[in-house]
């Protein structure tokens, strides 16, 4: 049986999935055992060719911008379709990084299940009962319906809905089993963690001080005026306007575990400073992340968990 991981992005998150591919390999024990991809969102054109046009998304007619920061999560939905319908597949968001041997999910007993993922956390999962697709085990043979241009396709003509589609919430839920929230721990990072996410998008560690590009969700059921002010934010001052700077993540564990991994990506030749000062110029990266590499502590050696000899902020 093939087994495959596959990291989704798009050219606004590409330091994060090389980080989160340099993850994979390095807590492995069973490297041999599977392959790992980065798909990214600019390498299908159709993508690109619905830019500008008007999609649902809750219900709710949004426009379609390959420059958002979340445009590639569509992606999510390829990996059985790049398969040919076999095997198995991990799929990851490019702010998932394992801290854990992988192929302890990727080998699991699926029980007949076709997808494995844990709930998205908040109304979401409670009143909508949507799943977090950003972690998924998927089994591919079981996955034949899910043509990713066709459904994309569908979204700008009124036939399928975005949220509905990335909350799951179109499959058969006799299909979906649970994983463990420590495989897609949303930003909680302690020893039990297996993958964190650092899921809180205006914290992410690479980002601190650069102008917020993507768009929150316009539809809160527990308080519908919310969504009424979001969309009026959005018609007076365009897309991104007010939605302010990135923020520094409160947590500094989370923080020194990405630019460790960075770090050491650069120390093998994975990323580059040049590469790196060219994603600061485009606004990809924050703009001090060389000083940060230079002062960042180094992660604990071998495949040991990254918090296993203590506290990485004490050693900052």
């Not at 899910?146 to 179109?170: C, P, T």
């Not at 994983?179 to 998008?201: A, P």
Request: with cysteine; proline share 5%.
């Amino acid at each position: 049986m093939k087994h495959a991981v596959f990291i989704q992005s798009n050219h606004k998150q590409i330091v994060g999935a090389i980080a989160a591919e340099h993850a994979l390999r390095r807590y492995s024990t069973n490297n041999d055992k599977f392959e790992v991809h980065i798909v990214n969102s600019r390498d299908y054109p159709f993508f690109l060719a619905r830019e500008g046009q008007e999609y649902m998304r809750d219900g709710v007619k949004r426009v379609w911008l390959n420059e958002d920061l979340q445009s590639f999560t569509p992606t999510r939905f390829m990996p059985p379709e790049l398969m040919g319908y076999e095997g198995r597949a991990v799929v990851i968001d490019p702010d998932v990084f394992a801290c854990a041997d992988i192929w302890e999910l990727l080998n699991r007993d699926m029980k007949g299940n076709a997808i494995m993922a844990r709930m998205r956390s908040g109304t979401k999962g409670l009143i909508d009962k949507a799943y977090a697709s950003s972690v998924m085990l998927l089994d591919c043979a079981q996955l034949t319906h899910w043509k990713v241009e066709e459904q994309f396709n569908a979204m700008f003509d009124g036939d399928h809905d975005y949220s509905r589609w990335i909350g799951l919430r179109n499959e058969d839920p006799s299909k979906i089993e649970f994983i463990e929230n420590e495989w897609n721990d949303f930003d909680k990072f302690n020893t039990d963690t297996k993958m964190l996410h650092t899921t809180r998008r205006k914290t992410q560690p690479w980002k601190t001080g650069l102008p917020v590009d993507w768009r929150p969700a316009e539809k809160f059921r527990l308080f519908p005026p919310a969504a009424w002010v979001l969309r009026m934010r959005r018609k007076i001052f365009g897309e991104y306007g007010l939605m302010g700077n990135y923020k520094e993540h409160p947590d500094k564990n989370q923080e020194n575990f990405f630019w460790g991994l960075v770090k050491e990506c650069v120390e093998e030749g994975k990323l580059t400073e040049e590469f790196l000062r060219k994603e600061m110029e485009e606004n990809h990266v924050r703009h001090d992340a060389l000083e940060i590499l230079k002062n960042v502590p180094d992660l604990p050696a071998g495949t040991a968990h990254p918090l296993s000899t203590g506290n990485l902020a004490k050693a900052a």
